[in-house]
């Protein structure tokens, strides 16, 4: 399956950003989907994940209350819906898919490009 993210850019504290990775392939409603993040000089880090079927996600803390993670099979897309964005979510964000892990640790097996959101504040 190939990814591409998009919906990055210039946002204020406060604000809010969704970001979309559409994706190529006709299983796309078997993969489990993510987003990360990479910070200029940090590790890239796990922001959320949603199952095949869309019934079950999970966030990281930093996120919680204030992202959410949705699909639409239809389409074969993953959103990702940020609020309330921080600075400290400046990053490049990327989405990720895989048909056997549903889980926060970076070894899905199929990486989009990324997406660069910068938060002003």
């Known amino acids: 399956v190939q990814l591409q993210a998009f919906g990055g850019g210039l946002v204020q504290a406060g604000g809010s950003r969704r970001l979309s990775c559409a994706a190529s392939?006709?299983?796309?409603?078997?993969?489990?989907l993510a987003w990360f993040r990479q910070a200029p000089g940090k590790e890239r880090e796990f922001v959320a994940a949603?199952?095949?079927?869309?019934?079950?996600?999970f966030y990281a803390d930093s996120v919680k209350g204030r992202f959410t993670i949705s699909r639409d099979n239809a389409k074969n897309t993953v959103y990702l819906q940020m609020s309330s964005l921080k600075p400290e979510d400046t990053a490049v964000y990327y989405c990720?898919?895989?048909?056997?892990?549903?889980?926060?640790?970076?070894?899905?097996?199929?990486w989009g490009q990324g997406t660069h959101v910068t938060v002003s504040s």
């Open positions: 392939g006709r299983t796309f409603s078997s993969y489990a």
């Open positions: 949603i199952n095949w079927s869309g019934g079950n996600t």
């Open positions: 990720a898919a895989d048909m056997a892990r549903f889980s926060s640790r970076n070894e899905y097996d199929y």
